[in-house]
């Protein structure tokens, strides 16, 4: 899986770093680990940083991942001109299912979304 996942007690901020290519089992891996950081401390704040993803699983599993995204986790997904089509895939599904999750181009305008309903 090439990711890298940290979580700031301080802030509450699940972070990940994801590159290269990313299949459904590496995404529902980091859901886990996310879950389980919600569970244990409260997080509900989460930023992924795929600026350097080369690939993202079908859009048959990302819209299924939207559909099972809690209501409880604000996600930011931090991408670049070169990120793979797909991941602006599952910010539609996400709107499109009233799911806290969104994707950016600028890391303040992420940051900022995270933090209106904190």
Do not use: C, N
Not at 56 to 70: H, N, Q, R
């Amino acid at each position: 899986m090439p990711e890298e996942l940290s979580y700031d007690v301080k802030s509450g901020l699940i972070r990940i770093r994801a590159w290269g290519d990313e299949s459904i089992v590496d995404w529902a891996e980091s859901k886990s680990e996310i879950l389980r950081l919600h569970k244990e401390h409260g997080a509900s704040m989460l930023i992924v940083d795929a600026r350097e993803l080369v690939s993202a699983p079908s859009v048959l599993d990302i819209l299924e991942f939207g559909d099972t995204w809690p209501q409880t986790i604000r996600a930011a997904i931090l991408i670049g001109r070169e990120t793979p089509d797909d991941v602006l895939f599952l910010d539609a599904t996400a709107t499109h299912r009233h799911k806290p999750m969104r994707v950016f181009y600028e890391k303040k305008e992420a940051m900022d979304w995270l933090h209106e309903r904190a």
